[in-house]
C-alpha cells in the first residue's frame, strides 16, 4: 500500500489575472521578489511546483494523495478555484485520488476576510494592491477573487476531495456521524463552536487515513484568528470529543487490522525535543518553541492509539517520536528543501520517503521580473536568485536570505550576534571539554560562528537531506561535535551562555531526523 502526503503547496493563481491582465491569456500576476524573499515560502513557483510534485506521484503509479493543508495561498476564491482545477486535471488524466484537510492558510473561520496583496505583470513593473475590500482607495485593483473563504466555504470547495463523503470509498466516516454529540459539520449557531471536518477514510484495502481538523478559532474584536501556535493544545483543549472519536478509530484499527495513519497540518510533537521522561522538552528557537505543542498533548494522543501522524505547517522535513506517536514532518514544494513524502505501508512496517524536488520546469518564469526588480534592491542574496540554474538551488539560496535577514536577527540574542563573525576555533578554545576539536578540524575552526549557525537552519529545515548542501569537512565536525554533546548529561562548556544555548539547539536539531545515523 503506498501513498504520496503533500504539505503546504501555497498555490498562487499564478494565471488568474486578479484584474491586472485577462484570466486565461497566459499572462503572469505575480508577487514581487521583494515579497518571496521576505516569506518563509516562494509564491510565483508554486505552480510549477506542484505540477512538479504530481508528475513525480504519477511516474512512481502512486493514486491516492494527501493534501496536508495549506494548499492555497492564502484561502483566496480564485487561488482554491486554480488548486481545484489542477486536482481535477490530474484526476481526469491519470486517476488520481485526494484526500485534503485544512491548514491556517485555506480558511477563516465563521466569516470570510479581505485579503490584499502587491501583484505586478510579466514586465515587473508597476507594482499595484489588489484586494477584495470595494473600500480600498485607487489605484489598488479591487478583485473579489482575492477574498479569503470562511471555514464552511473551503468545506463546500473542498467537499470533493475527501472532505465530503465519497460516492465510491470502502469506508468512510465523520466524528459527528460516529459519535453521540460528536463534533458538528456544520456551520453552528453559537459562535463558541467550531465546524469540524474530520474524516476517516479507507481508500485502499486495509489502509485507514484519518484526516484530522486541527483548526480552532478565536474571536478578536470582530474579527476571528486562527490558533496556529501550538495548534493541538488548542485542539484538545476546545474539542475533547475529537480525542475520543480518535481513541474509539485507533480501537477499531487495532481490533480490524487496518493500518491507521494520522493526517492534520499541524505538528503533533514539538519538531526537536531535549532531555528524556518527564523531562522533556521542545528545544527549537524562540519563534519555533511558540508555534509548537507541548509534550503532553503528543502523549495524550499516543494514549489515544496513535502510532504515526503526519503533519505540514513548518516547511520542513524530518522525523521525531515520543513515547510511541511518531510525528513525520512533511516537507513543502515551495520551501527549502522542497518535496513531499512517499509512505509504504506493509504488513509488519511503515517506510518513509523523502522525495525531493531537484529540476521543476519553468520554474524561473518570473526571473525576468526578478530582473528587474533586483536592481532597486540591495541584497547580494537577490542577486544569486537569477543565477539559479534548479529550483533545488534558488530554495536554498531562498532560504540563505532568510536565515540572514530575519531567522538570525529575531531568533538569536544580542551576545550571541556579537559572535557571528568570531572563529569556530576561538570560540572551542575556550572550553576543555571540545579541546581535541580544533586539532582535528582545522579548517573548520578558521571559519566564521556565522557558517555555523547558517547549517543549523539548513539542518532544521532538512535534517540529513541538508548534508548535500554543506561542505564535508564541516559535515565531519558537526558528526564529532554531535556525538561529544549527545554523551553529555547536559550541555556543560565553559562558553558565553548563549552560545551553550545554542549548541544546545544544535545538538538536538542533529536528532531530529537522526542523520547521525545515515
Known sequence: MQIAVVADVHLHDLYGGYGMVEEGSGGLALRTLADTMASTRVFNESHAAFRAVLDDIVRRGIRDVVLLGDYSDDGQVDAVAAVKRLLSDYEDRYGLRFFATFGNHDCYGPAPHHLAKVLTQADGLEPLLVTSDDRAPAPAIVCPGMRGMSTAEAVEAMAPYGVARPASILHWESPHETLEGGAPRHLPTDERLHLDASYLVEPQEGLWLLMLDANVFHKIGDTWQVRADAAWDHVLAERPSLLTWIEDVAERASRLAKTLLAFSHYPALPLALTREGNSVRAASTPDWSKRMPSPESGRRLARAGLRWHFSGHMHVAGRVELEGLVNI??????????????????????????????????????????????????????????????????????????????????????????????????????????????????????????????????????????????????????????????????????????????????????????????
Open 329 to 518: 514532518a512533511v516537507p513543502s514544494p515551495v520551501a527549502y528543501p522542497g518535496g513531499y513524502v512517499v509512505v509504504t505501508a506493509g504488513a509488519e512496517q511503515i517506510e518513509i520517503e523523502i522525495a525531493s524536488l531537484e529540476d521543476v520546469s519553468d520554474f524561473d518564469a518570473a526571473f525576468p521580473a526578478y530582473d528587474v526588480q533586483s536592481g532597486d534592491i540591495n541584497s547580494a542574496c537577490f542577486a544569486k536568485v537569477l543565477a539559479c540554474k534548479t529550483y533545488a538551488e534558488f530554495l536554498r539560496v531562498h532560504l540563505q536570505n532568510l536565515i540572514e535577514t530575519k531567522h538570525s536577527p529575531d531568533d538569536w540574542p544580542p551576545e550571541l550576534l556579537a559572535c557571528l563573525d568570531v572563529p569556530i576555533g576561538r570560540l572551542f578554545r575556550e572550553d576543555a571539554g571540545l579541546a581535541g576539536l580544533p586539532v582535528r578540524h582545522s579548517e573548520v575552526m578558521s571559519q566564521p560562528f556565522r557558517q555555523m549557525v547558517e547549517d543549523y537552519y539548513l539542518l532544521r529545515a532538512a535534517g540529513r537531506h541538508a548534508l548535500g548542501d554543506i561542505p564535508a569537512e564541516r559535515v565531519a565536525f558537526y558528526r564529532d561535535l554531535a556525538k561529544h554533546l549527545s554523551s553529555q548529561e547536559r550541555v556543560e562548556i565553559g562558553l558565553s551562555g548563549e552560545v551553550t544555548k545554542f549548541l544546545e539547539l544544535f545538538a538536538a536539531c542533529t536528532h531530529f531526523d537522526d542523520w547521525l545515523d545515515h
